[in-house]
């Protein structure tokens, strides 16, 4: 379970409740703006987009992990066709243009975590400072968060924990972290020797970086600091294994359950979006990126 994901989304399901609160009680203009409306032609593109992507998809009663449905992006290319689902439980393989693996999304492993294992190798050499896991979005949370908010929560954030890029304000919000930072497990290996995906947990192995590190979470600790991130380059010789799980979000039920909290629907959260499990580049470029609809999803007006 990764803390800073916990407060971020206490900190959005907090400021989502306040600014509907408040929207009611003062006017919107350009002296006292509470939240600004996205730019109408983006949000229309975006909106058809989505609204295309739904399309796609087969029946709720053809899909094969009934409530949910695991799709790739544009970027990621799989063996399986548009209209078919991607498997859960099951490694299967996908590229992009930087890299090239398998992929394990769990909805539920024996604890009940969500757990993400995606093992294989990248196409070119990349600083570790230069790599990104987390959420990235086509549109706009709904309401949309004022710049000068989103900039307060960054910089919160990258004082806590100097490897969270959290951009609430662009046009595609994205609540990312350095992946060898956040990563439960990192295994890397000459090809051949890699460990096998259906662990329950991938054994730590990060000899070939040089550098041996007590246990995880001092690598997690160095890596999650770009300054030290920096100095650790990916082989495109060597396979890469990188575990994640968490019991954060249910899946089967799209709610998110944060401890001492409750639990929050993600259908009112994400705005009808996709969950997304992402991994990109500083500058955008994708390495891989999945996302899981759910069948409520479908019903959300846009």
């Avoid at 600014?19 to 002296?31: E, G, S, T, V």
């Avoid at 909805?107 to 975590?113: E, S």
Wanted: net charge positive; hydrophobic share 35%; charged share 25%.
């Amino acid at each position: 379970m990764k803390m800073w994901r916990i407060i971020f989304y206490i900190h959005m399901l907090t400021f989502q409740s306040s600014i509907k609160f408040c929207a009611k009680a003062y006017r919107h203009d350009d002296n006292n703006t509470l939240y600004t409306q996205p730019d109408q032609d983006r949000s229309q593109e975006v909106t058809s987009k989505i609204d295309r992507d739904r399309q796609q998809l087969p029946r709720t009663n053809e899909w094969p992990h009934h409530p949910v449905y695991l799709q790739g992006s544009e970027e990621t290319y799989t063996e399986y066709h548009n209209a078919q689902s991607l498997p859960f439980g099951i490694p299967f393989e996908f590229e992009t243009d930087l890299f090239k693996g398998r992929v394990l999304i769990k909805l539920k492993d024996d604890k009940g975590q969500r757990h993400v294992v995606v093992q294989g190798q990248f196409k070119q050499e990349l600083p570790f400072s230069d790599i990104y896991y987390g959420d990235i979005y086509e549109k706009q949370f709904n309401p949309r968060i004022p710049p000068r908010i989103g900039a307060l929560i960054h910089s919160t954030f990258r004082r806590l924990v100097p490897g969270v890029l959290i951009d609430l304000t662009s046009e595609k919000p994205k609540v990312q972290a350095l992946i060898a930072g956040c990563s439960q497990s990192i295994s890397i290996n000459e090809p051949g020797n890699e460990p096998d995906m259906a662990l329950h947990k991938t054994p730590e192995n990060t000899t070939l970086l040089g550098k041996i590190f007590r246990s995880p979470h001092e690598r997690k600790k160095i890596f999650s600091n770009p300054k030290h991130a920096s100095k650790f380059m990916v082989n495109p010789n060597l396979m890469y294994t990188f575990q994640n799980y968490d019991n954060l979000i249910d899946i089967q039920t799209f709610h998110i359950n944060i401890p001492f909290w409750g639990k929050f629907d993600l259908t009112n959260f994400l705005d009808g979006q996709p969950l997304s499990i992402s991994s990109m580049t500083h500058d955008g470029r994708c390495i891989f990126s999945f996302r899981i609809w759910h069948e409520r999803l479908l019903n959300k007006p846009q």
